[in-house]
Protein backbone atom coordinates (compact mmCIF):
# COMPACT_ATOMS: atom_id res chain seq x y z
CA UNK A 1 0.00 0.00 0.00
CA UNK A 2 0.98 3.28 -1.12
CA UNK A 3 1.06 6.12 1.79
CA UNK A 4 1.82 9.93 1.36
CA UNK A 5 3.01 12.08 4.07
CA UNK A 6 4.23 15.60 4.54
CA UNK A 7 8.57 15.27 4.04
CA UNK A 8 10.61 15.78 6.88
CA UNK A 9 13.96 17.39 6.55
CA UNK A 10 15.26 13.71 7.54
CA UNK A 11 13.81 12.67 4.59
CA UNK A 12 15.97 14.64 2.23
CA UNK A 13 19.04 12.33 1.25
CA UNK A 14 16.67 10.06 -0.28
CA UNK A 15 14.36 12.36 -1.90
CA UNK A 16 17.92 13.98 -3.94
CA UNK A 17 18.49 9.94 -4.97
CA UNK A 18 15.00 10.38 -6.98
CA UNK A 19 15.31 13.34 -7.79
CA UNK A 20 19.33 13.01 -9.35
CA UNK A 21 18.01 9.83 -11.08
CA UNK A 22 15.33 11.25 -12.42
CA UNK A 23 16.52 15.05 -13.75
CA UNK A 24 19.77 12.90 -14.86
CA UNK A 25 17.95 11.53 -17.58
CA UNK A 26 16.79 15.26 -18.99
CA UNK A 27 14.01 13.91 -21.01
CA UNK A 28 11.07 15.62 -18.45
CA UNK A 29 12.79 18.28 -16.28
CA UNK A 30 14.29 21.41 -17.33
CA UNK A 31 16.75 21.04 -14.15
CA UNK A 32 20.11 20.94 -15.51
CA UNK A 33 21.22 16.79 -15.26
CA UNK A 34 24.82 17.93 -13.19
CA UNK A 35 22.30 19.86 -10.63
CA UNK A 36 24.39 19.95 -7.22
CA UNK A 37 22.42 18.61 -4.23
CA UNK A 38 22.02 21.35 -2.54
CA UNK A 39 20.58 23.20 -5.86
CA UNK A 40 18.34 20.53 -5.55
CA UNK A 41 17.02 20.69 -2.65
CA UNK A 42 16.90 24.52 -1.89
CA UNK A 43 14.44 24.15 -4.50
CA UNK A 44 12.90 21.33 -3.81
CA UNK A 45 12.15 21.51 0.00
CA UNK A 46 12.14 25.36 -0.06
CA UNK A 47 9.47 27.06 2.60
CA UNK A 48 7.41 28.13 -0.52
CA UNK A 49 6.55 24.82 -1.43
CA UNK A 50 4.53 22.04 -0.14
CA UNK A 51 6.74 18.76 -0.06
CA UNK A 52 5.18 15.11 0.21
CA UNK A 53 7.00 11.68 -0.08
CA UNK A 54 5.20 8.34 -0.87
CA UNK A 55 6.06 5.27 0.87
CA UNK A 56 5.68 1.88 -0.23
CA UNK A 57 7.29 -1.47 1.37
CA UNK A 58 9.33 1.02 3.78
CA UNK A 59 11.05 2.48 1.11
CA UNK A 60 10.75 6.32 -0.06
CA UNK A 61 9.42 5.62 -3.88
CA UNK A 62 8.49 9.29 -4.74
CA UNK A 63 8.27 12.42 -4.44
CA UNK A 64 6.22 15.78 -5.36
CA UNK A 65 5.86 19.43 -4.47
CA UNK A 66 2.73 22.21 -4.76
CA UNK A 67 3.23 25.60 -4.96
CA UNK A 68 2.15 28.82 -6.50
CA UNK A 69 1.98 28.37 -10.40
CA UNK A 70 2.57 32.60 -10.28
CA UNK A 71 3.24 35.06 -7.56
CA UNK A 72 0.80 38.12 -6.43
CA UNK A 73 -2.44 37.65 -8.42
CA UNK A 74 -1.71 34.17 -9.88
CA UNK A 75 -0.99 32.42 -6.67
CA UNK A 76 -4.85 30.52 -6.55
CA UNK A 77 -3.44 28.59 -9.53
CA UNK A 78 -1.32 25.57 -7.96
CA UNK A 79 1.59 24.45 -9.74
CA UNK A 80 3.20 20.80 -9.11
CA UNK A 81 6.12 18.67 -9.66
CA UNK A 82 6.28 14.78 -9.44
CA UNK A 83 9.00 12.03 -8.96
CA UNK A 84 9.14 8.53 -9.22
CA UNK A 85 11.90 6.32 -8.44
CA UNK A 86 12.83 4.36 -11.93
CA UNK A 87 12.21 0.76 -9.90
CA UNK A 88 9.24 1.68 -8.67
CA UNK A 89 7.67 3.15 -11.64
CA UNK A 90 4.33 1.05 -12.88
CA UNK A 91 3.23 0.62 -9.53
CA UNK A 92 0.72 3.47 -9.31
CA UNK A 93 3.07 5.67 -7.33
CA UNK A 94 2.76 8.41 -9.65
CA UNK A 95 -1.13 7.98 -9.82
CA UNK A 96 -1.67 7.88 -6.12
CA UNK A 97 0.49 11.16 -5.82
CA UNK A 98 -1.62 12.98 -8.31
CA UNK A 99 -4.93 11.92 -6.62
CA UNK A 100 -3.48 13.31 -3.32
CA UNK A 101 -2.03 16.50 -4.83
CA UNK A 102 -5.23 17.18 -6.22
CA UNK A 103 -6.97 16.95 -2.96
CA UNK A 104 -4.26 19.03 -1.06
CA UNK A 105 -4.56 21.50 -3.32
CA UNK A 106 -7.53 22.00 -2.97
CA UNK A 107 -7.22 22.12 0.92
CA UNK A 108 -4.67 24.81 0.38
CA UNK A 109 -7.38 27.04 -1.12
CA UNK A 110 -6.06 26.82 -4.85
CA UNK A 111 -8.67 27.06 -7.60
CA UNK A 112 -6.90 25.40 -9.96
CA UNK A 113 -3.90 23.28 -11.09
CA UNK A 114 -1.56 24.05 -14.00
CA UNK A 115 1.51 22.62 -15.40
CA UNK A 116 3.63 24.28 -17.65
CA UNK A 117 6.28 22.12 -19.34
CA UNK A 118 4.52 18.31 -19.67
CA UNK A 119 7.38 16.98 -21.83
CA UNK A 120 5.67 15.89 -25.38
CA UNK A 121 7.68 12.86 -25.43
CA UNK A 122 6.43 12.06 -21.48
CA UNK A 123 3.71 9.95 -23.16
CA UNK A 124 2.58 8.07 -19.70
CA UNK A 125 2.37 11.73 -18.08
CA UNK A 126 0.57 12.98 -20.88
CA UNK A 127 -1.75 10.09 -20.07
CA UNK A 128 -1.77 9.97 -16.74
CA UNK A 129 -2.61 13.12 -16.41
CA UNK A 130 -5.79 13.40 -18.64
CA UNK A 131 -7.11 10.26 -16.59
CA UNK A 132 -7.11 12.70 -13.65
CA UNK A 133 -8.94 15.57 -15.38
CA UNK A 134 -5.99 17.27 -17.11
CA UNK A 135 -6.50 19.17 -20.50
CA UNK A 136 -3.53 19.59 -22.45
CA UNK A 137 -4.35 24.07 -23.18
CA UNK A 138 -1.62 24.91 -24.97
CA UNK A 139 1.88 23.36 -26.53
CA UNK A 140 4.82 25.52 -27.04
CA UNK A 141 6.78 24.63 -29.91
CA UNK A 142 10.36 22.96 -29.31
CA UNK A 143 10.53 24.43 -25.34
CA UNK A 144 12.74 21.81 -24.32
CA UNK A 145 15.79 20.73 -25.14
CA UNK A 146 15.35 16.22 -24.77
CA UNK A 147 19.02 15.18 -23.96
CA UNK A 148 18.38 12.32 -26.44
CA UNK A 149 15.52 13.77 -28.82
CA UNK A 150 16.64 17.24 -29.62
CA UNK A 151 14.41 20.23 -29.20
CA UNK A 152 10.71 19.00 -28.18
CA UNK A 153 7.35 20.66 -27.46
CA UNK A 154 6.03 20.97 -24.44
CA UNK A 155 2.41 20.92 -23.47
CA UNK A 156 0.61 23.52 -21.25
CA UNK A 157 -2.08 21.29 -18.87
CA UNK A 158 -4.47 22.72 -16.74
CA UNK A 159 -7.27 21.33 -14.62
CA UNK A 160 -9.79 23.51 -11.85
CA UNK A 161 -10.16 22.25 -8.64
Request: aromatic share 10%; net charge neutral.
Amino acid sequence: MITIRKSTKEDAEKIWDIFQIVVARGDTYAFLPDISQAAALSYWMADDKHCYVAELEGNLVGTYIIKDNQPGLGSHIANASFMVSPQFQGRSVGKTMGKHALIKAKELGYAAMQFNLVISTNIPAINLWRKLGFQIIGTIPQAFDHLQKGMVDAHIMFREL
